[in-house]
């Protein structure tokens, strides 16, 4: 199940809150929240869900283990079960196919391999309980004792699916003490309500306008339109995914969980180093904690590190070599943009002219790297990127680009302000005394505005029937 | 404090009021004439469907296509998608659509996602669109998908709007191979003419021209293909001859009458026949008309502009029997107000797409000849045209129906066998599948 469908909106949602408020009891409300998520699961992976309670299981069985063990060989065996058995189900999943593709053309083989389809939420969850067998044995949080309070951190409908990635030691507390109350429930309503607005409105807006430019004839493709194109998958890409994360905020919210912010207005950053300390923020932190900094961090082999980091990075977006270039392709910028400001560190220009000057170049590094990522097949991505860059582009601009961007014109220009913090600091200004009823009926709105969208996006005529 | 408790639960009993309001009163449309497609169903259940997914799915979808007031919600979106954009004074519009249906971006209305089956089987007989049989052999028309045949874009410029052609030579092609292999079957018995029609998209404006593949070289190189002895009725120069007549409809993706009065011409040269002059038939006019390109954007332009269907109809006395699955139906003309046109008007020709329908025509002499016309939509406004040359005419749509054409054309004594398409069909590999597998 995904938030932005009506099942979840009208049936599953408020089912699912008004049972937990009726029920009264911790363990009560903690088993309406495991059920729930089971069948928000299994909505949409019937099969793989055994895959999900699995990985549970063990990472369960192991942080027990670890924490029981005094020898540190023992101890040591225990991580190495979880981690291999995570990293095995995820990389027989998710890699399988992948590499089995890449060591049959790199050999000349023709090794079969059975490609499953990828289970859904696999990257988030098992980076989660991942995250929790290591820091059991780190010592940085005690073992869980109770199985379903584990299965309730793992399977959490929340993040599930699309994350943010919660580590263990975040909401360990407050699996069995957290404090539900009308305000944080309240806040929830509100994040719930953005999220969905930004999902349902700008980011499938987004979406349906760059596809024009993304799907269709590269090779009638003009400069600008290759730009805007690239504009609109960085913005539906944002507001998909941090529209999402919202959602999960203000979901656990409105029964006292309380997740760390993923994401942190990226788009206004003035380098890729910056970019990613706002983008994701969970993915970076997981990868700094429990790869960069092990292998040395910036201190020992930094360059490896590097390498590393943005290799795993990459190819955590998916099982596809344009994946991992396009982490190298930030690794390779964030190195740059280090050695630059090294190299720069004796000028100084006003701020007036350097910043702008560097959100250019962020703006367009970043809208380069989207191409990579987007095509799955890395000699398309090189196309379109020789378009941005006028080579092999039919022409600098043309007619449709700019009827596309007039027609849309209302639309660009809340989105662009959206990936700023203007409304944020707009509203704070208005807010200054009583407005909560304004608040609510703004998150309402959204909410109604989304409900609208989602509907409507059903009108689905088919042309060809009769020809 | 109560503010924040009065907010969750308007939160709360919001959503679940129109849960509760839907699983009540869902809507039970069966049909979405607007759309031109069926609404989903309650979704069967299957344990293979359950894990597969499918069924979860399908609930998904009958959500969403039954939504309470479902058409509200709708033009509620489309007027709110209306202020995303400035209002220009160029007023072209270019919708892209990628995949089955699924149409992006653009002022008007924008449609997408899913890919919908052609699944004719299904229609009800009462709307007409029809014929639920189940092939007994050869391809399972209700299993035919279109694909990305239909990567297309959608234009509208001066109140008109159309859809672009997708050239794929080897498309185009392999609809050639299909058509020779059909033929091959009754050229030694009987005449076969192939008529090739363009779609308005093949008449574009040059500044549009860099939208849309081009359509010319796509029929040229099809009729290339053709075996020799196929008699090729190429209506393209007659058509170019009167582009600036109102020969395509503004709002829909077929001709008018008149433009398919041309094809008739050009289709007498080769049949040894004298066309009968536009003043032989009586003429039925101003019927106010919305179509399909319409129903897909929803544009204001096309809404203001909208079409008037001008009808010629043959003076002869006529009898059309209309055979569906359950039940003939019979008819005294092959355009006429009186066939349920209400929810799309180019239905006036023929009453729509059947399977299978006979025209006979009273005033010839028993011993007549019979023509089998075979035939996408755009065969409709044509076919009425050939009644006054024929003792019989027996229309066939093969996608509407599993018959066995060499069974009909001995059954009906046919003497000859015309295959009618609009130059969409030449982006159908769909289509091919149908000829190649057809007997």
């Given at each position: 199940?995904?938030?932005?469908?009506?099942?979840?909106?009208?049936?599953?949602?408020?089912?699912?809150?008004?049972?937990?408020?009726?029920?009264?009891?911790?363990?009560?409300?903690?088993?309406?929240?495991?059920?729930?998520?089971?069948?928000?699961?299994?909505?949409?992976?019937?099969?793989?869900?055994?895959?999900?309670?699995?990985?549970?299981?063990?990472?369960?069985?192991?942080?027990?283990?670890?924490?029981?063990?005094?020898?540190?060989?023992?101890?040591?065996?225990?991580?190495?079960?979880?981690?291999?058995?995570?990293?095995?189900?995820?990389?027989?999943?998710?890699?399988?196919?992948?590499?089995?593709?890449?060591?049959?053309?790199?050999?000349?083989?023709?090794?079969?391999?059975?490609?499953?389809?990828?289970?859904?939420?696999?990257?988030?969850?098992?980076?989660?309980?991942?995250?929790?067998?290591?820091?059991?044995?780190?010592?940085?949080?005690e073992p869980n004792t109770r199985f379903f309070d584990f299965l309730l951190y793992v399977s959490l409908f929340h993040q599930l699916v699309a994350g943010p990635i919660v580590r263990y030691r975040d909401v360990a507390h407050e699996i069995r003490h957290r404090e539900e109350n009308w305000s944080d429930f309240s806040y929830g309503v509100n994040r719930f309500c953005i999220g969905l607005f930004k999902k349902v409105y700008f980011g499938n807006i987004a979406g349906e306008i760059g596809s024009v430019m993304l799907d269709g004839d590269l090779t009638k493709l003009s400069v600008s339109a290759a730009w805007l194109g690239s504009a609109c998958f960085a913005l539906q890409i944002y507001y998909d995914f941090s529209g999402y994360s919202d959602m999960a905020i203000g979901l656990g919210r409105?029964?006292?969980?309380?997740?760390?912010?993923?994401?942190?207005?990226?788009?206004?950053?003035?380098?890729?180093?910056?970019?990613?300390?706002?983008?994701?923020?969970?993915?970076?932190?997981?990868?700094?904690?429990?790869?960069?900094?092990?292998?040395?961090?910036?201190?020992?082999?930094?360059?490896?590190?590097?390498?590393?980091?943005?290799?795993?990075?990459?190819?955590?977006?998916?099982?596809?070599?344009?994946?991992?270039?396009?982490?190298?392709?930030?690794?390779?910028?964030?190195?740059?943009?280090?050695?630059?400001?090294?190299?720069?560190?004796?000028?100084?220009?006003?701020?007036?002219?350097?910043?702008?000057?560097?959100?250019?170049?962020?703006?367009?590094?970043?809208?380069?790297?989207?191409?990579?990522?987007?095509?799955?097949?890395?000699?398309?991505?090189?196309?379109?990127?020789?378009?941005?860059?006028?080579?092999?582009?039919?022409?600098?601009?043309?007619?449709?680009?700019?009827?596309?961007?007039?027609?849309?014109?209302?639309?660009?220009?809340?989105?662009?302000?959206?990936?700023?913090?203007?409304f944020e600091w707009l509203w704070k200004k208005l807010k200054g005394h009583e407005h909560l009823w304004a608040e609510t009926a703004l998150h309402f709105g959204l909410l109604a505005i989304s409900l609208v969208y989602l509907i409507g996006q059903s009108y689905n005529p088919f042309l060809y029937f009769r020809f | 404090m109560r503010e924040f408790k009065l907010k969750a639960v308007l939160f709360v009993g919001g959503l679940l009021a129109l849960g509760i309001a839907n699983g009540?009163?869902?809507?039970?449309?069966?049909?979405?004439?607007?759309?031109?497609?069926?609404?989903?169903?309650?979704?069967?259940?299957?344990?293979?469907?359950?894990?597969?997914?499918?069924?979860?799915?399908?609930?998904?979808?009958?959500?969403?296509?039954?939504?309470?007031?479902?058409?509200?919600?709708?033009?509620?979106?489309?007027?709110?998608?209306?202020?995303?954009?400035?209002?220009?004074?160029?007023?072209?519009?270019?919708?892209?659509?990628?995949?089955?249906?699924?149409?992006?971006?653009?002022?008007?209305?924008?449609?997408?996602?899913?890919?919908?089956?052609?699944?004719?089987?299904?229609?009800?007989?009462?709307?007409?669109?029809?014929?639920?049989?189940?092939?007994?052999?050869?391809?399972?028309?209700?299993?035919?998908?279109?694909?990305?045949?239909?990567?297309?874009?959608?234009?509208?410029?001066?109140?008109?709007?159309?859809?672009?052609?997708?050239?794929?030579?080897?498309?185009?092609?392999?609809?050639?191979?299909?058509?020779?292999?059909?033929?091959?079957?009754?050229?030694?018995?009987?005449?076969?003419?192939?008529?090739?029609?363009?779609?308005?998209?093949?008449?574009?404006?040059?500044?549009?021209?860099?939208?849309?593949?081009?359509?010319?070289?796509?029929?040229?190189?099809?009729?290339?293909?053709?075996?020799?002895?196929?008699?090729?009725?190429?209506?393209?120069?007659?058509?170019?001859?009167?582009?600036?007549?109102?020969?395509?409809?503004?709002?829909?993706?077929?001709?008018?009458?008149?433009?398919?009065?041309?094809?008739?011409?050009?289709?007498?040269?080769?049949?040894?026949?004298?066309?009968?002059?536009?003043?032989?038939?009586?003429?039925?006019?101003?019927?106010?008309?919305?179509?399909?390109?319409?129903?897909?954007?929803?544009?204001?332009?096309?809404?203001?502009?909208?079409?008037?269907?001008?009808?010629?109809?043959?003076?002869?006395?006529?009898?059309?029997?209309?055979?569906?699955?359950?039940?003939?139906?019979?008819?005294?003309?092959?355009?006429?107000?009186?066939?349920?046109?209400?929810?799309?008007?180019?239905?006036?020709?023929?009453?729509?797409?059947?399977?299978?329908?006979?025209?006979?025509?009273?005033?010839?002499?028993?011993?007549?000849?019979?023509?089998?016309?075979?035939?996408?939509?755009?065969?409709?406004?044509?076919?009425?045209?050939?009644?006054?040359?024929?003792?019989?005419?027996?229309?066939?749509?093969?996608?509407?129906?599993?018959?066995?054409?060499?069974?009909?054309?001995?059954?009906?004594?046919?003497?000859?066998?015309?295959?009618?398409?609009?130059?969409?069909?030449?982006?159908?590999?769909?289509?091919?599948?149908?000829?190649?597998?057809?007997?």
């Amino acid at each position: 199940m995904v938030f932005s469908s009506i099942a979840f909106l009208i049936y599953f949602l408020p089912i699912n809150l008004v049972l937990y408020y009726i029920l009264k009891t911790r363990d009560q409300r903690n088993a309406v929240l495991i059920v729930f998520s089971l069948i928000f699961y299994a909505w949409g992976e019937p099969v793989w869900i055994s895959l999900m309670i699995f990985s549970a299981v063990v990472d369960f069985l192991c942080g027990r283990w670890i924490a029981r063990q005094t020898v540190p060989l023992k101890r040591r065996l225990g991580l190495i079960v979880s981690l291999a058995s995570n990293l095995g189900l995820l990389g027989f999943f998710k890699y399988g196919g992948f590499f089995v593709d890449n060591i049959n053309q790199l050999f000349h083989l023709s090794l079969p391999f059975h490609a499953f389809a990828l289970p859904i939420g696999i990257s988030f969850y098992t980076f989660q309980t991942l995250s929790y067998t290591i820091d059991v044995y780190r010592g940085d949080v005690e073992p869980n004792t109770r199985f379903f309070d584990f299965l309730l951190y793992v399977s959490l409908f929340h993040q599930l699916v699309a994350g943010p990635i919660v580590r263990y030691r975040d909401v360990a507390h407050e699996i069995r003490h957290r404090e539900e109350n009308w305000s944080d429930f309240s806040y929830g309503v509100n994040r719930f309500c953005i999220g969905l607005f930004k999902k349902v409105y700008f980011g499938n807006i987004a979406g349906e306008i760059g596809s024009v430019m993304l799907d269709g004839d590269l090779t009638k493709l003009s400069v600008s339109a290759a730009w805007l194109g690239s504009a609109c998958f960085a913005l539906q890409i944002y507001y998909d995914f941090s529209g999402y994360s919202d959602m999960a905020i203000g979901l656990g919210r409105m029964v006292g969980f309380h997740y760390r912010e993923n994401f942190n207005y990226p788009y206004i950053s003035e380098s890729i180093s910056a970019f990613w300390r706002r983008w994701h923020i969970s993915l970076g932190s997981f990868f700094r904690d429990y790869v960069y900094i092990p292998l040395g961090g910036n201190r020992r082999r930094f360059i490896r590190n590097m390498a590393v980091v943005w290799f795993l990075t990459g190819l955590w977006h998916g099982a596809s070599w344009n994946f991992v270039l396009w982490g190298l392709f930030n690794g390779v910028l964030i190195f740059a943009e280090r050695w630059g400001s090294q190299l720069f560190r004796d000028f100084s220009l006003p701020a007036l002219i350097v910043q702008p000057i560097k959100h250019v170049y962020f703006l367009a590094a970043m809208l380069v790297g989207w191409m990579i990522f987007y095509y799955p097949a890395v000699s398309d991505g090189f196309t379109y990127i020789g378009i941005m860059f006028g080579y092999g582009a039919d022409g600098l601009v043309e007619p449709s680009t700019i009827t596309t961007i007039q027609h849309h014109f209302v639309f660009f220009a809340l989105a662009v302000m959206g990936t700023t913090p203007l409304f944020e600091w707009l509203w704070k200004k208005l807010k200054g005394h009583e407005h909560l009823w304004a608040e609510t009926a703004l998150h309402f709105g959204l909410l109604a505005i989304s409900l609208v969208y989602l509907i409507g996006q059903s009108y689905n005529p088919f042309l060809y029937f009769r020809f | 404090m109560r503010e924040f408790k009065l907010k969750a639960v308007l939160f709360v009993g919001g959503l679940l009021a129109l849960g509760i309001a839907n699983g009540v009163y869902f809507d039970d449309s069966y049909i979405s004439y607007t759309e031109n497609r069926r609404l989903a169903p309650w979704p069967e259940w299957s344990y293979e469907d359950f894990f597969s997914g499918a069924y979860t799915t399908g609930i998904d979808d009958f959500l969403r296509d039954r939504f309470l007031y479902r058409e509200a919600w709708i033009d509620l979106s489309t007027k709110l998608s209306s202020f995303q954009g400035l209002k220009t004074q160029d007023d072209f519009v270019l919708l892209t659509t990628n995949g089955a249906n699924e149409a992006a971006a653009g002022e008007e209305k924008t449609v997408r996602s899913a890919k919908i089956v052609h699944d004719v089987a299904h229609y009800p007989d009462d709307i007409g669109m029809l014929i639920p049989v189940k092939p007994e052999k050869g391809v399972d028309v209700s299993k035919v998908e279109f694909s990305d045949d239909y990567k297309t874009n959608i234009l509208i410029y001066d109140q008109k709007g159309m859809t672009s052609y997708v050239y794929k030579p080897d498309t185009v092609d392999r609809l050639a191979e299909a058509y020779n292999h059909f033929s091959d079957n009754y050229l030694d018995k009987l005449k076969v003419y192939v008529l090739m029609a363009p779609s308005p998209v093949a008449f574009v404006d040059d500044d549009y021209a860099r939208y849309t593949d081009n359509q010319y070289d796509a029929i040229q190189q099809f009729y290339d293909g053709l075996e020799h002895d196929i008699v090729k009725i190429d209506p393209y120069s007659a058509l170019a001859a009167h582009q600036d007549e109102y020969i395509y409809f503004r709002t829909d993706h077929h001709w008018t009458s008149l433009g398919a009065y041309y094809a008739y011409t050009e289709a007498c040269k080769k049949m040894g026949f004298k066309p009968y002059d536009l003043t032989a038939f009586d003429e039925l006019t101003d019927i106010d008309f919305l179509g399909s390109i319409y129903n897909l954007t929803q544009s204001d332009v096309l809404k203001t502009h909208d079409d008037k269907i001008s009808a010629y109809v043959p003076k002869a006395n006529v009898t059309y029997k209309v055979f569906t699955s359950q039940s003939t139906l019979d008819y005294d003309s092959v355009i006429s107000e009186d066939f349920d046109i209400d929810d799309y008007k180019y239905k006036l020709f023929l009453g729509g797409d059947f399977g299978l329908a006979v025209i006979d025509n009273l005033d010839q002499p028993e011993n007549g000849e019979t023509l089998m016309i075979i035939k996408d939509s755009y065969g409709n406004a044509l076919t009425p045209y050939f009644v006054n040359h024929f003792k019989r005419i027996v229309v066939v749509d093969l996608r509407y129906t599993s018959k066995s054409v060499g069974e009909l054309v001995n059954e009906y004594g046919v003497n000859r066998l015309m295959l009618v398409n609009s130059g969409q069909a030449l982006a159908a590999e769909s289509y091919a599948d149908i000829l190649e597998n057809v007997n």
